[in-house]
């Protein structure tokens, strides 16, 4: 069970826009920020989205973060097929032992 | 650009520690400002943060593993190291090692080896 919850399937057609959620407690996204990960089949994770909605250089501007309270959202639009992943969300949790914590993950699936 | 690669078997017999280095290129990882981290995936699910540590030697571990794990570094090799004991099958899965910045953001991430657990 992941501290962070995350839908297990998105889905879209080509050029259309999508969201994906996140949401966690005041112990991690209501006072942190959220980073978010894009991992393509047998690849390893890569970071798509830091601090809510900053992105590292070489990550398309068709992908933005947002944050609002205790969730977040990942929007990615104008779909592309090699968008086709799984993306994670993670956040710093300020609890009793602060560490990472992730969501449980999103497949993506271009139709 | 830095890059990080994973070494140590590939499997590991239940009750013993499993043992991983990560090897860091491009970068040092005395140079400061950095953490030095260790998460899993376990075959066909989600991610999990292990820990992490500065070069200084501060370690932050997740407290669903901490009484099993240790996590050190080597700035002379610019190496760092993953030990988890009396692991059992529940431990296979993926181990990456990665570069991260303060607050958890893991920046780059190594390849990956996989781990097996089993007698």
């Known amino acids: 069970q992941s501290v962070l919850t995350q839908p297990p399937s998105a889905s879209g057609t080509p050029g259309q826009r999508v969201t994906i959620s996140c949401s966690g407690s005041?112990?991690?996204?209501?006072?942190?920020?959220v980073n978010w990960y894009q991992q393509l089949p047998g690849t390893a994770p890569k970071l798509l989205i830091y601090?809510?909605?900053q992105r590292p250089s070489g990550v398309p501007d068709r992908f933005s973060g947002s944050k609002s309270g205790t969730s977040a959202s990942l929007a990615i639009s104008g779909l592309q097929s090699e968008d086709e992943a799984d993306y994670y969300c993670?956040?710093?949790?300020?609890?009793?032992?602060?560490?990472?914590?992730f969501g449980g993950g999103t497949k993506l699936t271009v139709l | 650009q830095v890059q990080l690669q994973e070494s140590g078997p590939g499997l590991v017999k239940p009750s013993q520690t499993l043992s991983l280095t990560c090897t860091v290129s491009g970068g040092s990882i005395s140079s400061g400002g950095y953490y030095w981290s260790w998460i899993r995936q376990h075959p066909g699910k989600g991610l999990e943060w292990i820990g992490y540590i500065y070069y200084s030697g501060s370690t932050y571990y997740n407290p669903s593993l901490k009484s099993r794990v240790t996590i050190s570094v080597d700035t002379s090799k610019n190496q760092f190291s993953l030990k988890l004991s009396s692991v059992t099958a529940a431990d296979t899965a993926v181990y990456y090692c990665?570069?991260?910045?303060?607050?958890?953001?893991?920046?780059?991430w190594g390849q990956g080896t996989l781990v097996t657990v089993s007698s």
């Open positions: 601090s809510n909605n």
């Open positions: 990665a570069r991260g910045l303060i607050g958890g953001v893991i920046q780059y």
């Open positions: 005041s112990s991690n996204i209501g006072s942190n920020t």
């Open positions: 993670a956040a710093w949790d300020d609890s009793l032992n602060a560490h990472v914590v």
